[in-house]
């Protein structure tokens, strides 16, 4: 069973910490790349930032560089966003992406789910003011 799996939402104060966690399972890790993307209430779903599982190349959405890290344990098929200096535009669904045989890029700068393999339920991070 293909299970990909968001945790470590939750509500924190501005300027707070988090890190989020995506457990896939169910699929050839290595062969895709993972991706976290974002919805904030009322707007549009944007990248956030990818990992290829494949050669580890990352990619970040550039308006989120400096606070957004992402990292991978292939050994535990799990993707991590770590997430600083939180601010109330970060509220939003935080979403996992799977995508077979692609880029960081190619995945981050996705407007629609064509081609995504699989997506997690998403995890919720809100940020308090």
């Known amino acids: 069973e293909v299970q990909v799996v968001e945790s470590g939402g939750g509500l924190v104060q501005a300027g707070g910490s988090l890190r989020l966690s995506c457990a896939a399972s169910g699929f050839l890790f290595d062969d895709h790349v993972i991706g976290w993307f974002r919805q904030a209430p009322g707007k549009e779903r944007e990248g956030v930032s990818c990992?290829?599982?494949?050669?580890?190349?990352?990619y970040y959405i550039n308006s989120l560089k400096g606070r957004f890290a992402i990292s991978m344990d292939n050994a535990k098929k799990t993707v991590y966003l770590h997430i600083t200096g939180l601010k109330p535009e970060d509220t939003a669904a935080y979403y996992c992406a799977a995508v077979y045989r692609s880029t960081a890029q190619a995945v981050c700068i996705k407007t629609d789910s064509y081609g995504v393999d699989y997506w997690g339920k998403g995890t919720t991070v809100t940020v308090s003011s």
């Open positions: 990992i290829s599982a494949n050669d580890d190349s990352t």
